[in-house]
């Protein structure tokens, strides 16, 4: 089992920054592949950023440059910088991860995120 708890949302204006946090408790060292995913006001959930258990990114098309996903040593938490944001970032993000041989997901409670234009 794996728990996941996300922190560092919050309402900003549109170019300002900020970092979200991923922090896994449980049997952590099953875990896999962790990832950033958000869902806008009415829409689906869409991948953000994956971070493998070397540390190493990968980004969807709406990462669009600005994002960085990174994952602290021993890879129980990461976190996603989040640069130049845009009224379009304006989301619930959840923090996921693939655990164990059958890979099971496993999701945050999400961290609310607004940008004001």
């Known amino acids: 089992q794996v728990q996941l708890m996300e922190s560092g949302g919050g309402l900003v204006q549109a170019g300002m920054s900020l970092t979200l946090s991923c922090e896994a408790y449980?049997?952590?060292?099953?875990?896999?592949?962790m990832a950033w995913y958000r869902q806008p006001p009415g829409k689906q959930r869409d991948l953000v950023a994956t971070?493998?258990?070397?540390?190493?990114?990968s980004y969807a098309d709406n990462a669009e440059g600005r994002f960085t996903v990174s994952r602290a040593t021993g890879r129980d938490t990461i976190y996603l910088q989040m640069n130049n944001l845009k009224p379009e970032d304006t989301a619930v993000y959840y923090c996921n991860a693939v655990v164990g041989a059958t890979s099971l997901d496993y999701w945050g409670q999400g961290t609310r995120v607004t940008v004001l234009s």
């Open positions: 449980g049997n952590i060292y099953a875990i896999h592949d």
């Open positions: 971070i493998d258990r070397d540390g190493i990114p």
